[in-house]
């Protein structure tokens, strides 16, 4: 096999292992939806979801799904790993700017949150977006630190895989910037379509946004890319999606269809 053929392989391993997987299953979601016979503006799509109805078991198994659901990140790290490269390094998963990563983060997820919430009330207003419940966890003592665990996990996941792993690879499959640009909105969208339509078209402009700063120079220390900054914007904006919307009133949260 080419060293190509291997490259792509690999990929759609972990892709199929991870967000492909997701995709897949976005995908079937979207039309069951849409061929369900009720307007999507009346259907909802529950994130964070209860498990068990005993406490401490919904407790382990949130703990294990948001565990297992790193490993493809662990596998895309070491695959990348590989000849004595160092893909914490190469992704810029390290530590060594902290200051800058945090601001940055901070800049990307203003940037994009707050058109963000807006464009979620225009979907459920055009009736292309579902009722979205941000959480359906009971409330216990660990509720928040679970969703922030959470929020962690999926800013983890899919700026590694998403950005940082999929860029390296096709890369080294001779792919452009502007190629790579538009795979990576277009697989942020993707698993996102179990949502609606609006936040597919919303997590693309998201995709592009993060892919474009990822891979652009002026954003770069010392001549390297750097994932962190993705990482912090997206837990930001799933940690406001999932516990910060408490604080939002309750009249404010009905308006915009937010259980």
């Known amino acids: 096999m080419s060293s190509n053929r291997r490259v792509a392989a690999e990929v759609w391993i972990v892709l199929g292992l991870s967000l492909g997987q997701s995709a897949v299953?976005?995908?079937?979601?979207i039309a069951a939806r849409l061929t369900a016979g009720t307007p999507l503006a009346e259907q909802t799509a529950t994130l964070n979801a209860s498990q068990s109805e005993r406490p401490y078991l919904d407790l382990v198994?949130?703990?294990?799904?948001?565990?297992?659901?790193?490993?493809?990140?662990?596998?895309?790290?070491?695959?990348?790993?590989?000849?004595?490269?160092?893909?914490?390094?190469?992704?810029?998963?390290?530590?060594?700017?902290?200051?800058?990563?945090?601001?940055?983060?901070?800049?990307?997820?203003?940037?994009?949150?707050?058109?963000?919430?807006?464009?979620?009330?225009?979907?459920?207003?055009l009736g292309i977006t579902v009722e979205v419940q941000a959480?359906?966890?009971d409330v216990h003592w660990w509720t928040v630190p679970v969703l922030l665990l959470s929020a962690f996990q999926n800013g983890v996941v899919e700026e590694v895989i998403a950005v940082g792993y999929l860029y390296e690879r096709t890369r080294q499959l001779g792919w452009n910037r502007v190629k790579f640009i538009v795979a990576s909105s277009l697989l942020r969208g993707s698993y996102h379509l179990y949502q609606g339509i609006g936040p597919f078209l919303g997590n693309v402009v998201m995709g592009v946004v993060f892919s474009w700063f990822y891979t652009s120079p002026r954003f770069q220390a010392e001549g390297r890319r750097r994932v962190i900054p993705l990482i912090v914007a997206h837990t930001l904006l799933d940690v406001v999606a999932f516990v910060g919307y408490a604080l939002v009133p309750a009249e404010w949260r009905e308006a915009l269809g937010i259980r």
């Open 135 to 137: 959480s359906a966890l």
């Open 25 to 29: 299953y976005a995908l079937v979601n």
């Open 61 to 125: 198994y949130q703990l294990l799904s948001i565990g297992f659901a790193l490993v493809p990140v662990a596998l895309a790290l070491y695959l990348l790993s590989g000849q004595g490269r160092s893909a914490v390094r190469s992704l810029g998963l390290d530590g060594s700017r902290p200051g800058r990563d945090l601001g940055w983060g901070v800049v990307l997820a203003a940037a994009i949150g707050i058109p963000g919430l807006a464009f979620y009330a225009l979907g459920r207003a």
